[in-house]
């Protein structure tokens, strides 16, 4: 008989099981996704009210604790406001708003109400986000002070926003005070029924390979969170503290690896401030933090420096989980050794989820490293993935693409249709756009975008292998690779290289390099050609913006 682990009054398999029995005995319609999401993520949890579910800290050192109870009146009061505004089911609302408390309490009430949650990064420029509020249609937006000047009013018909400030008197007529409608507000709210197929939120893709689209993520999409929470994400046998770095403008920092802790009655801790070695690790260290969520890019800055690592006392870490970009194995294999604790890197998307994880919570899985990056592991529980070529027939190496189902993630793009369908093969599975492999056990390894393959000669190279090959080089802080045109062999590998305090820039190092990679990796895939530069541009998410290096040729 198949043992259950009971989350609100959803069953999943319990990982003691096994993958391989809990891949064939997870039933997904012993998910619930019945009630509204902001209910299943607070109130599921009042008979813990005075529970600690968010913990917040600034640059400064100022923290504050927040229980779910107080999260759930918040929720309340704000519901209540949106409600007096006219905001609807389906309506949409923009959040623009740094990682503080007000932000998830934003994002709790509109859920209540019914409406869909558009989350806007604060890293946006005007033009960004006047093109998310257009597009998306919102009625509404929740900022700070810091940013409202990038939503111009005058565009605007019929729009309210709500600002977060200190001051009084800063505030413009046409704007509302956040906390003094709150502070006005019933504490009670009858919360909005919503179903599967109701959008909760619509998140726009970084645009790393063309315009941004809304990808609408429905009620019934975040199914996938529970066994991701039981079998990867959360110790499951004690209480645990997540520090969240994801940015909740992202599906990483909103779901992943921030929401998915208050469906297990976990406590989740945000930090707003710059990123600094010294203020992570001390969190980590003060809090007794168990699991830390973030950036393939943050996790290399922090074991670049070894030394301040054992500094600190964080023997409480029980896992890190790293996601979004790739990251190269030696990487990974060092963050172990010196934090002490297993470093997983999983393989998710906005339209998916995180569909696939190493999984530590399972007794028979097992962490595994290839050449030159580590494996992300294997699907989630009856998640049918495979690789395919260009034509889309399968593939030992090729684009992953994801059966569609009734709990992947997104359901569309928001007013984009054509494009969604674009995505879908004539079997039904969505093309993801990353370039991967399989092992003989079923391990997945991605390398790249299929639309970053380098085609050289007759060999087809998929960059991210290339840019961890070259990573290793001592004198290497960071790379980029990408495939410059080339009469003869159609492209050239060429290298855009940061270095390292201490290296210089000069053709002798180009060639140390370039031998380094032939003799470490492959004499026919490696960087013919080297360009020293002082950054790599990156996007809001940390991933390589390839296209505009591209853009040179």
């Not at 409406?115 to 998306?136: H, Q, W």
Request: hydrophobic residues 40%; glycine residues 6%; contains cysteine.
């Amino acid at each position: 008989m198949t043992q259950y682990l009971k989350i609100g009054v959803s069953l999943v398999p319990d990982p003691s099981l096994g993958y391989e029995r809990c891949y064939n005995e997870i039933e997904w319609e012993k998910i619930d996704v019945s009630e509204n999401y902001a209910f299943e993520c607070i109130e599921r949890n009042l008979e813990k009210k005075d529970k600690t579910a968010l913990i917040w800290i600034d640059e400064q050192g100022y923290y504050k604790r927040y229980t779910f109870g107080d999260l759930s009146i918040l929720s309340n009061k704000l519901a209540n406001v949106l409600d007096s505004l006219g905001i609807k089911k389906g309506d949409r609302v923009c959040t623009l708003l740094p990682k503080i408390p007000e932000m998830y309490i934003s994002m709790l009430a509109i859920w209540k109400v019914g409406a869909i949650c558009v989350p806007l990064f604060t890293a946006f420029g005007k033009n960004e986000v006047m093109y998310r509020i257009k597009d998306s249609g919102a009625k509404l937006a929740i900022t700070d002070q810091i940013n409202k000047f990038k939503i111009d009013m005058n565009e605007l018909k019929n729009f309210h926003l709500i600002v977060v400030n200190k001051h009084e008197e800063e505030y413009h007529k046409d704007e509302i005070d956040f906390w003094k409608v709150i502070e006005s507000s019933s504490p009670h709210y009858d919360i909005v029924e919503t179903n599967e197929n109701d959008p909760i939120t619509i998140c726009y893709t970084s645009g790393t390979t063309g315009p941004s689209k809304g990808t609408v993520i429905h009620r019934g999409g975040v199914r996938w969170l529970y066994p991701w929470i039981v079998y990867s994400l959360l110790p499951v046998n004690k209480d645990s503290i997540t520090f969240n770095a994801g940015d909740p403008a992202w599906t990483f920092g909103m779901f992943t690896a921030g929401t998915a802790n208050w469906l297990m009655g976990r406590t989740m801790l945000v930090y707003n401030g710059k990123f600094d070695v010294k203020i992570w690790l001390k969190i980590i260290q003060d809090y007794q933090v168990d699991v830390l969520a973030c950036s393939p890019t943050a996790l290399r800055m922090i074991i670049a420096q070894p030394n301040l690592i054992e500094k600190y006392n964080l023997s409480n870490l029980d896992r890190i989980v790293v996601a979004g970009e790739i990251i190269a194995a030696e990487s990974l294999i060092l963050a172990q050794k010196l934090f002490k604790c297993p470093v997983l890197d999983c393989y998710g998307l906005t339209e998916a989820g995180m569909i696939i994880n190493n999984y530590i919570n399972f007794p028979d899985f097992k962490i595994k490293f290839g050449e030159t990056v580590a494996s992300v592991g294997k699907p989630l529980p009856r998640f049918e993935v495979k690789i395919i070529d260009e034509e889309g027939k399968p593939s030992n190496k090729g684009e992953l693409a994801i059966k569609l189902s009734p709990w992947h993630f997104a359901c569309n793009y928001w007013m984009n249709s054509e494009e969604w369908k674009k995505r879908i093969t004539e079997d039904g599975y969505f093309r993801t756009g990353d370039l991967a492999y399989c092992d003989e056990e079923g391990y997945f390894y991605i390398i790249g975008r299929v639309d970053d393959l380098i085609k050289t000669s007759a060999y087809r190279i998929g960059p991210a292998e290339v840019e961890s090959a070259i990573l290793k080089h001592p004198a290497v802080q960071l790379a980029a690779v990408i495939g410059k045109p080339d009469p003869i062999r159609g492209q050239i590998i060429k290298a855009y290289i940061v270095l390292k305090q201490g290296y210089e820039a000069s053709q002798q190092l180009a060639n140390e390099i370039q031998n380094f990679v032939k003799n470490n990796y492959s004499t026919v895939a490696y960087p013919r050609e080297i360009e020293f530069v002082d950054n790599i541009p990156v996007t809001e998410t940390g991933k390589i913006m390839r296209r505009l290096l591209r853009t040179k040729y």
